[in-house]
């Protein structure tokens, strides 16, 4: 099958499921709806790409046909310049769509759930979290996405032990993650009087948002706990049991949140974070799938993998998964970090690709 045939019969489906989007037997099933609505709009951008596409193919013809019957010679001329910008759009066009038809990550139009914990380093690495923490949330501020605090645990000389919050936008988990590993910081430690560089590391944990209709939870499975809110040294925040702890008794996975004065809010903030984790053990069953395909994959889901070193004296950031390094990072650590997401994603659609043609 070509192109053009295998992107009639997504088009032909495309249309069955608007037809199926309107029809009350689906509408009152509320997962095949949700569902259906998906992949309904998943597929729009190709519909959209194949009818530019072929109206890009008449252009071709049409230019061809003055080209061999006209006999102006300043309108073949003419043609002949918009010939070749039709088939320079036209390999362009093949192109994208080819990449679009690579079945994708079914999880990256979802919001995300990002974890940052200090790693090897002390009160250093505490800091170096905080400072991850403060370049993501800025990072998503220039987005315009919308960010939410689930859990923190403050460091003791600054900076987090641990901390949780949710990322709201467009292909937030597509975007982040590629942060998912060791980032180590090289630098001389507020805490270091001699002035040496020291390297110490924070783990990220980019989880997808579970939806509900991704996991279903049982009340009988879980335990609920309740207790009060306090702030950095045990200092007490408010006095009422207003901060939630889960435990899911069949996994063991423990779940914490207590950002809100309201039990009820930190309660579902703490089922979201809960059902997400229990979704990302299926989901790290695909991740191990599919990276047992790519061999230079860069987004595999290896918690343990060093990615990323930001050394400080040297203003550098290396990534080392694509083996890229940038001298700007005051910039990048104050948010700038699209151009490394943008060599992250070029890498992974080269190795879609030419997954794609070993197949």
Known sequence: MDIVDKL?????????MAEQLNDP???????KYVKLNKDYKDLEPVVGAFKEYKNVVANIENAKEIIRTEKDEDFRNMA??????????????????????IPSDPQDSKNAIVEIRAGTGGDEASI????????????????????????MNEGT????????????????????????????VQRVPKTETQGRVHTSAASVVVLPEAEEFDIELLDKDIRKD???????????????????RLTHIPSGIVVSCQDEKSQIKNLAKAMK????????????????????????????????????????????????????????????IDGDINEIFEKLQIAENAERIKTELDA
Request: proline fraction near 1%; include cysteine; glycine fraction near 8%.
């Open 80 to 101: 002949r310049e918009e010939l070749d910008e039709f088939q320079a759009n036209k390999e362009k066009l093949e192109e994208d769509i080819r990449l679009m038809l």
């Open 273 to 332: 974070v809960l059902r997400s984790r229990l979704f990302e053990r299926e989901y790290s069953k695909y991740l191990e799938e599919i990276a047992s395909k790519r061999k230079t994959m860069v987004s595999t889901g290896d918690r343990s993998a060093k990615i990323r070193t930001y050394n400080w004296p040297q203003g550098r950031v290396t990534d080392h998964r694509i083996n890229l390094t940038l001298y700007n990072l005051s910039a990048i």
């Open 25 to 31: 037997a689906v509408m009152a099933d509320m997962k």
């Open 8 to 16: 009639e019969t997504i088009k032909r489906r495309w249309e069955e």
């Open 226 to 244: 309740t207790f009060c809110s306090s702030g950095p040294g045990g200092q007490s925040v408010n006095t009422t049991y207003s901060a939630i």
């Open 157 to 184: 000389v600054g900076g987090y032990k641990e901390v949780v919050f949710n990322v709201v936008g467009e292909n937030a988990y597509g975007v982040l993650k590629f942060e998912s590993g060791v980032h180590r």
């Open 128 to 151: 170096f979290a905080g400072d991850l923490f403060r370049m993501y949330l800025k990072y998503c501020e220039n987005k315009g996405w919308k960010t939410d605090v689930v859990e």
